[in-house]
């Protein structure tokens, strides 16, 4: 097992880990850049490094100055996270030539699975369901135009280094397809710097349903069940509950059925999450895989009962995964809501500023992760994620009683600051929300004031 475990993020995913590390008896340290002096992981990590000034590509993407405060703290493993360093291939190989652990896949799994055009190909190999489009990235306009015609419209172009919801363009219109396919190359240049992109067949009404998986070095994997992320703006997701309301039970058997063959398939090792898109019927297609930790891990542990980021910890040791499939019972309902520092009002745009009142909820069964605290100023140069509400209930109609409840106790104030907490509470009281048959279109539908019909959902069968 590791001495000392080095945590190469910051905000809420950074105070996550440092709690895990703690009780399993392990050396934190924490890295920090000048605007993150004043975190609440520099004050609850057993050492702490500045890295850097603000910007990110100066501080938390630097692998130089991570691996030096590795170097000079005798850090012996290196947790990544979510964002920044967590699904670079290159950083893992220099942990790695370095004789420090990087605690998620191995680099070459990182590689394969991190061009989302590849693997598209990778996985329908493996008997994996995907949508139409191109396993390869498309360079020419003449080959996308090609492309296009083949598959028809909708249809969506996507950055084959993206993630996070980022770099992704939605196209109905053929006469604005080689502008869009212009426009989205260069946007994948300035976010990933690289401009390679992919097409696929666009859903207009879909269900965003992932799988957690987790597996080891010895050829063992399970999953943890599914979670709905359907609550999206900007295809970056906002509400995230397990199980997945209203889905039959013989397609989520086949979905994560579909997770553990695609991961062991691949030689993956650690926790992953592969995302699909759920149409109607008993459709389901693989968008991609996350070769991370998702920021919605919480409703997973809250149903299982398994602390993701220990197992990820005792995987990377060299340890045997301790559970078996049968191990995993979930029960209940678990919910997440992400209280960002965002004004839905002016279309989520970020609202940074000191924290002049903080107050978040308790009580039964209910979990905040956050790095906020009252006179906290949030930063201007990161994700605009402040905390993860999370609650379970014995079933999802006590679950988003309590989600209403603890979003009521929050009190977020400050100069200028404004939350998606309201937002938030609106959702849960959404006719479509509550009746399980939204998708991927609710935020549209919640903004443009549109009521569709609102039948109950079937339940599983």
């Known amino acids: 097992m590791f001495e000392s475990v080095l945590i190469a993020n910051r905000g809420e995913i950074a105070v996550r880990i440092a709690r895990t590390c703690r009780e399993m008896g392990l050396r934190t340290v924490a890295v920090y850049s000048t605007v993150d002096r004043d975190s609440a992981v520099v004050r609850l990590a057993d050492e702490a490094v500045q890295i850097g000034p603000g910007p ?68 329908a190999g493996l008997g994996l369901p995907v949508l139409p489009g191109t396993t390869d990235a498309v360079e020419s306009a003449a080959d996308a135009r090609a492309v296009a015609e083949e598959i028809g419209f909708p249809l969506i172009i996507k950055a084959v280094a993206g993630g996070g919801g980022r770099g992704v363009r939605v196209v109905r219109d053929p006469a604005s397809f080689l502008g869009e396919f212009a426009s989205a190359r260069a946007e994948a240049q300035l976010l990933f710097g690289d401009n390679r992109v992919y097409i696929e067949r666009y859903l207009e009404s879909a269900r965003h349903v992932e799988v957690q998986v987790l597996t080891d070095r010895y050829g063992n994997g399970i999953h943890l069940g599914e979670r709905d992320c359907s ?57 991609e895989v996350n070769c991370r930790l998702q920021v919605e891990h919480p409703v997973s542990e809250m149903v299982t009962g398994v602390d993701l980021v220990r197992q990820q910890i005792l995987v990377a040791a060299g340890e045997r995964l301790a559970l ?104 849960l009281d959404h006719p479509l929300f509550r009746a399980a048959k939204h998708d991927t279109s609710l935020v549209d539908t919640m903004l443009t004031g549109l009521q569709p019909d609102t039948t109950e959902a079937p339940g599983r069968h």
């Open 56 to 123: 990110s590509r100066r501080s938390y993407l630097s692998a130089p100055a991570i691996i030096e405060a590795a170097r000079r703290t005798g850090a012996d493993a290196i947790h990544p996270g979510y964002g920044f360093l967590s699904e670079d291939p290159d950083f893992a190989e220099i942990c790695e030539a370095d004789g420090i652990t990087f605690i998620g896949p191995p680099p070459a799994v990182m590689a394969a699975l991190g061009d989302k055009a590849r693997t598209r190909g990778i996985m």
């Open 324 to 427: 078996t499939q049968a191990d995993v019972t979930p029960r209940g309902t678990a919910i997440e809501c992400r209280l960002n520092v965002e004004d839905p009002a002016r279309g989520f745009v970020p609202t940074p500023g000191e924290l002049t009142r903080f107050d978040l909820p308790a009580g039964p069964f209910v979990r905040v992760d956050t790095h906020g605290y009252a006179g906290y100023r949030v930063p201007a140069d990161y994700d605009s994620l402040l905390a993860k509400v999370v609650v379970w209930a014995p079933d999802r109609t006590q679950a988003l009683a309590r989600m209403a409840r603890a979003l009521d106790e929050c009190a977020v104030e400050g100069p200028g600051v404004a939350t998606t907490r309201d937002f938030l509470r609106s959702t």
């Open 231 to 287: 609550v999206q703006r900007r295809h970056q997701k906002l509400i995230e509950e397990s199980p997945a309301p209203g889905l039959p039970q013989h397609m989520v058997d086949r979905m994560t059925a579909a997770a553990v063959t695609g991961a062991l398939g691949v030689g993956y090792v650690g926790a992953g999450t592969f995302e699909f898109l759920v149409g109607g019927g008993d459709d389901f297609h693989l968008m």
